[in-house]
Every structure is written in structure tokens, then in C-alpha cells.
């Protein structure tokens, strides 16, 4: 059973570029959610995708965008990139939407934005 | 309001004696609550999770935690570190119809050869 994976593991970018970091759920899930972990904090949540729609959305401004593809994996973009979304990224897939299933969390991509 | 507060970011134990971290949560509906460890550079793992059976919660790798609802609390333990134990361990809360964890800030904990 694969778990989890995400891509890029790193990135840098430059203030004002655009980004998309990749996510495939673990096989035979259907949710997957994004977490944004600033250095020391823990994960602040982003977006969930359920079955390809948006499920669900944390305090995070509309720059931050997402997809989820039939295949159930997932896409987060974000534009115009500030100093402050230099973070670990964090994608989590789960067998079902709701709070009572387990969340499995792939090894993040480390953005850094100069 | 969910929330969750991880009394302690930094704890360190001598290798051998108990491991006991502090969680506490706030949630407005009978909640479920989880213990992920982090080691550096890598993902979030779950140790254990409480969805409403069984108050005293065994988890991987010794670690077990106890659900008490009037102190609001699920504090995690182990009777014995090891070295291996050193790593970022996180709370997090959620409800049956939420579509998120909410997450501590974390505890740190270092084991002392």
C-alpha cells in the first residue's frame, strides 16, 4: 500500500511568483486536506477536497487555491507569494470527509520564499 | 470553537523514565482527538486517536493516552523513554462533521541518555 507523497520535497521561490505543490493520497482515499506548518507552529489548516469539491476552507486568503483530480490526488497554488508563506507544506488524505477518520500525512514540501 | 493547548513546548526525560505530555482541548461537541509524532524533516505519523469507545487509548511504539472529559484532557504517556522517543509530538482535535484538525502547537521532547 503506497502512502502518501508529495512533490516537490523543496522549493525556492521568489516574492510575487506563483507555486503548486503536488499531492497523491494514499490508495482507496478519497479526502485529502492541506496544511500550512510555519517553522515551530503547529499545522494550520488550508482547504479539504472531498470526491473533487472543496470541503472546507481555514483563514487563508483566496491566493491559495486548490484541486483535487479525479484520480483523487491534489494540486495547492498559491500566487503572488509573500515572505510569510515560506512554511512547510503539508498534505493529508483520509478514507473518508469528517472528523472522525484518521488523517495520513505525506512528507511535506518545504517552500522558501526570498 | 475547537481548539487545543499542549502545556510545555519543551519537555526532556532521561532514557528509561516515564513520558507524560499534556494536552488539553476545547470543543463545543463530543470531539475526537489524536497524538501525531514529527520527526525532523518528515511528515506528521499518528501514534493514537480517540473517537468515543474506549477512554484509555493504546497507540504504536508504547504510547498509550487517557480521554477525561471533565478535565477536558488527553494527555499522552509512556512508562519508559528510549532515545528513539526524541521528536515533535502533536494534539489535534476534530467533530464527527468537521472537516479539519485543529492542531497544537506542540511539545518538543528530548530523552537524556
Known amino acids: 500500500e503506497t502512502g502518501v507523497t508529495q512533490s516537490p520535497t523543496h522549493l525556492i521561490k521568489t516574492r510575487g511568483q506563483q507555486v503548486t505543490l503536488r499531492c497523491s493520497s494514499q490508495?482507496?482515499?478519497?479526502?485529502v486536506s492541506w496544511y500550512q506548518q510555519a517553522l515551530g507552529q503547529g499545522p494550520q489548516f488550508i482547504f479539504q477536497?472531498?470526491?473533487?469539491?472543496?470541503?472546507g476552507r481555514g483563514n487563508f486568503p483566496p491566493r491559495f487555491s486548490g484541486l483535487q483530480f479525479p484520480n483523487y490526488s491534489s494540486e495547492l497554488n498559491v500566487n503572488a507569494l509573500e515572505l510569510d508563506d515560506s512554511a512547510l507544506y503539508l498534505c493529508a488524505s483520509s478514507l473518508e470527509a469528517g472528523g472522525n477518520y484518521e488523517q495520513y500525512f505525506g512528507p511535506g514540501t518545504r517552500l522558501t520564499v526570498t | 470553537a475547537q481548539s487545543v493547548t499542549q502545556l510545555g513546548s519543551h519537555v526532556s526525560v532521561s532514557e528509561g523514565a516515564l513520558v507524560l505530555l499534556r494536552c488539553n482541548y476545547s470543543s463545543s461537541v463530543p470531539p475526537y482527538l489524536f497524538w501525531y509524532v514529527q520527526y525532523p524533516n518528515q511528515g506528521l505519523q499518528l501514534l493514537l486517536k480517540y473517537t468515543s469507545a474506549a477512554t484509555l487509548v493504546k497507540g504504536i511504539n508504547g504510547f498509550e493516552a487517557e480521554f477525561k472529559k471533565s478535565e477536558t484532557s488527553f494527555h499522552l504517556t509512556k512508562p519508559s523513554a528510549h532515545m528513539s522517543d526524541a521528536a515533535e509530538y502533536f494534539c489535534?482535535?476534530?467533530?464527527?462533521?468537521?472537516?479539519?484538525?485543529?492542531f497544537g502547537t506542540g511539545t518538543s521532547l528530548t530523552v537524556i541518555p
Open positions: 489535534a482535535v476534530s467533530e464527527m462533521a468537521g472537516n479539519q484538525f485543529y
Open positions: 490508495s482507496g482515499h478519497n479526502t
Open positions: 477536497y472531498y470526491r473533487e469539491e472543496e470541503n
